[in-house]
């Protein structure tokens, strides 16, 4: 029985149809979903902004631990270099190579005639392939190209290293059986796509993208392109359902663990929803999973990761260290955490980049005759640096310090502070929004005390400038 892979697109069709603005923060809490629930790969952006998005793509690599990483290159060598530094963290990488191959989008999206784009996509795969034995070249609009001018490219790129090549119905236009018809084609006018992976990908313009993509699968095709939240191309959930039902008729399987399935795509649909920000990331799934469950601080490490597990997060040492020490410092101020809150740590303490800063104690001053003042204590590689500061208010005080021990200004582009629970224990979460060379970094912090939770998120935001200025 064959092996289908599924290859999770979700994040790179988000950018491409701006269907979704997805955050840092939920980029990686997808990817950690789709990489414990057993898909095949996991594509992401590639690299536009060097920075910015070297960060991301590395932060994701040490996440992905099952699953192979995908990342799109262009056509020539600083490109391919900055991509690889940034996902070589990853136990599977895979570069890929993509041009609109179509007469229509050649010249005026490659800018290049059918014999250059050839000898330029050969050119491109060759050099991947000498960074790594996974390259991918993907026809990006391949059913409305000329059969015979698809196998000379296809030839010529696996001649060069491409151990995979993906054809792409951009358009959306076949039926099933005319999409089943092209691909068989295609093996017979490129019979070495026999000794290496055939992926398609199936835009849903006429609602059949998954009917085209198992008929694909029929004609041979091993690798399916998908998206595990709606956004008009193959879904990931409808199609491994198919594969797992199917399975004898087509002769063919999916990795994707089904029993996991409808609780990942929930969790995905969450962080996708258009009022994502309204509530935990989780707060569904945490009812589901831990309804009822109440945590102490005399809970050790193994009892708070066990419900961390079920609330579907998968974390490493680190992380799991992490959020414990955060969960000890919650529920020494608090009689009991719940399972939101748990969930709410987590989202904050996990999934961060190496701290440079650290914050090791402060104390604020503040009342209606005097300006408020506040005294921050942080550590930088372990050398304790102090700083006091007055302010408009205790965080304003507090966030003048920070930047006093900082040394740096950094404007401050958005700050939010809303409930995560409800009473008079409830824990508060702070986003704090720093602008940094022209762009924006993120930080969250969570506390009982305000004060200290918009500490943490500023630090936490810090962090990611500093992470990112060093590499």
């Not at 500490?455 to 992470?467: D, G, S």
């Amino acid at each position: 029985m064959r092996d289908i892979r599924v290859s999770d697109i979700t994040m790179r069709e988000a950018i491409a149809s701006k269907a979704l603005s997805l955050s840092f923060k939920e980029k990686l809490e997808i990817v950690k979903i789709l990489d414990r629930i057993g898909v095949g790969s996991i594509e992401v952006e590639g690299i536009e902004s060097s920075k910015v998005d070297s960060l991301r793509i590395k932060s994701i690599a040490s996440l992905v631990k099952n699953s192979t990483l995908a990342v799109p290159v262009k056509m020539d060598d600083d490109s391919i270099q900055a991509v690889w530094n940034a996902a070589k963290g990853a136990k599977r990488v895979r570069l890929q190579v993509e041009a609109a191959v179509s007469p229509s989008c050649m010249e005026y999206i490659q800018r290049k005639k059918a014999d250059t784009l050839i000898a330029d996509a050969a050119e491109a795969v060759a050099k991947c392939a000498q960074l790594t034995d996974d390259v991918e070249f993907v026809a990006i609009d391949a059913t409305r190209t000329d059969v015979a001018y698809l196998a000379r490219i296809i030839d010529a790129v696996v001649a060069a290293g491409a151990k995979t090549v993906t054809v792409c119905d951009a358009a959306g236009s076949m039926l099933p059986e005319e999409f089943a018809q092209f691909i068989a084609d295609l093996y017979q006018a490129a019979p070495q796509l026999k000794d290496i992976d055939l992926g398609i990908s199936c835009c849903n313009n006429l609602n059949m993208a998954d009917a085209c993509a198992v008929a694909g699968v029929m004609a041979g095709a091993s690798i399916v392109k998908a998206t595990s939240y709606p956004m008009g191309v193959v879904a990931l959930d409808n199609v491994a359902r198919i594969l797992a039902a199917k399975a004898d008729a087509l002769g063919a399987q999916s990795k994707v663990r089904m029993t996991e399935l409808k609780r990942a795509m929930n969790q995905i649909s969450r962080l996708c929803c258009d009022d994502r920000s309204k509530a935990s990331l989780f707060t569904g799934a945490v009812s589901e999973a831990v309804e009822g469950v109440v945590l102490t601080a005399g809970d050790d490490q193994a009892t708070v990761m066990q419900y961390v597990e079920r609330l579907g997060y998968s974390l490493s040492d680190e992380d799991a260290e992490a959020v414990f020490e955060a969960f000890k410092k919650i529920a020494a101020s608090k009689e009991r955490v719940s399972a939101t809150e748990l969930d709410a740590i987590v989202a904050s303490a996990a999934l961060q980049v190496p701290p440079t800063y650290t914050l090791d104690g402060y104390v604020i001053n503040s009342g209606l005759s005097f300006k408020a003042t506040s005294h921050i204590s942080l550590r930088k590689n372990g050398e304790l640096i102090e700083a006091v500061s007055l302010g408009d208010g205790p965080i304003d005080s507090s966030f003048k310090s920070i930047e006093s021990v900082v040394g740096k200004h950094y404007e401050l582009d958005d700050f939010s502070i809303q409930a995560v629970t409800e009473g008079r224990e409830a824990m508060g979460e702070s986003v704090v929004k720093l602008i940094a060379d022209g762009k924006v970094y993120s930080g969250r912090g969570i506390s009982t005390d305000i004060v200290e939770s918009s500490i943490r998120a500023y630090i936490n935001a810090l962090n990611k400038i500093a992470y990112e200025e060093q590499n």
